[in-house]
């Protein structure tokens, strides 16, 4: 029996489909490859993208407790690793004091992320403005939004007013200690102008004192109190008529001082009027080796100084929002070599 064998005879359409397909679905495969690159580097709408991580830091001392209102886009220090700086320099504001940061930010401070990384960069010291809380809705909307602007903050659950300087000062260092591993944390306020340069060779100098207290010295009457108290006693102090204390605009604290001060419990803190003079006290219950540099107090810019200010007629420069903008804008602030 002969078998028939069948061939299937295709179309010349056939031929012909046979690429046109191929060719579709290869030009499919490349709109698909590029609609999805497109889709992943394209940023979201209406979010704000960010190719470098938030800088600015909210730490709450109670997150558990009413009323502390959290501002979105900033990180907490709960958990945060420490960041190894040469020194951390918090800048300590207030709610009126816009136009402080804004002439700071056209002046040595830059307004910019970039600007600001290569600045910690180049001098090993890491810049924040400091900053409380408030019940006014408005001025912590108006802070929301500068920090979304400048991301250049820390903020503090602790009321912002000038009676609470001191405690202030006090959760400023113990959360600077927290985020950054410095060998000193700096205090300085919004209406000097600063060297930041000339400031990283001064805490770059080898010290022998591990317990180091450095600033523009000044002596001031000691409050013969009998509860007076910081860790210890200071039945040593009663009698005295004057001790050793920094001038407020700007002092700094070695390591090891602020360890020591993040180690004691609050209510082992004796607080006054006036927070340079607290921070005084405490430094004298330590112990502490005191520094006096007078180039971080000078009236005027020179080639030594690291900070200028109208000292003794104000505390700081007498009218910074113009004062910063015109000490900038000469050769001797900004134009002198830094001394090494």
Request: contains cysteine; proline residues 4%.
């Amino acid at each position: 029996m002969n078998r028939k064998v069948f061939y299937h005879r295709q179309s010349w359409r056939s031929y012909l489909r046979r690429p046109a397909i191929s060719l579709f679905c290869f030009a499919v495969g490349i709109v698909g490859i590029v609609f999805g690159l497109f889709a992943m580097w394209r940023p979201t709408s209406g979010h704000k993208c960010k190719e470098f991580e938030v800088r600015t830091v909210s730490v709450l001392s109670d997150v558990s407790g009413g009323g502390v209102e959290q501002i979105a886009g900033v990180l907490s220090v709960t958990g945060a690793k420490r960041h190894k700086v040469m020194g951390f320099v918090g800048i300590q504001t207030g709610f009126g004091s816009f136009g402080r940061r804004r002439s700071l930010r056209k002046t040595w401070m830059p307004s910019d992320h970039d600007g600001l990384q290569r600045l910690e960069e180049a001098t090993g010291l890491a810049f924040r403005f400091v900053i409380g809380k408030t019940s006014d809705a408005k001025k912590m909307s108006d802070l929301r939004k500068e920090v979304e602007e400048y991301d250049d903050f820390m903020l503090l659950d602790i009321e912002e007013m000038y009676s609470n300087l001191p405690h202030k000062t006090l959760a400023f260092f113990r959360s600077a200690y927290g985020l950054y591993d410095a060998d000193f944390y700096v205090k300085a306020d919004d209406d000097i102008y600063l060297r930041p340069d000339r400031l990283s060779v001064l805490l770059a100098k080898e010290r022998s004192h591990p317990l180091t207290y450095l600033g523009c010295m000044k002596k001031g009457p000691v409050f013969t109190d009998p509860k007076l108290k910081w860790y210890e006693p200071l039945s040593y102090l009663l009698g005295s008529e004057y001790f050793l204390h920094a001038y407020g605009p700007i002092y700094a604290l070695s390591a090891d001082v602020v360890a020591s001060m993040v180690a004691v419990k609050n209510d082992s803190f004796r607080m006054f009027s006036n927070e340079d003079v607290t921070i005084g006290v405490w430094m004298l219950a330590m112990n502490v080796n005191h520094e006096n540099n007078m180039a971080l107090c000078e009236k005027s810019c020179s080639t030594s100084s690291i900070a200028v200010w109208d000292i003794p007629t104000c505390s700081g420069l007498c009218h910074p929002e113009e004062q910063l903008l015109t000490l900038h804008q000469m050769e001797s602030c900004t134009g002198t070599p830094t001394q090494r």
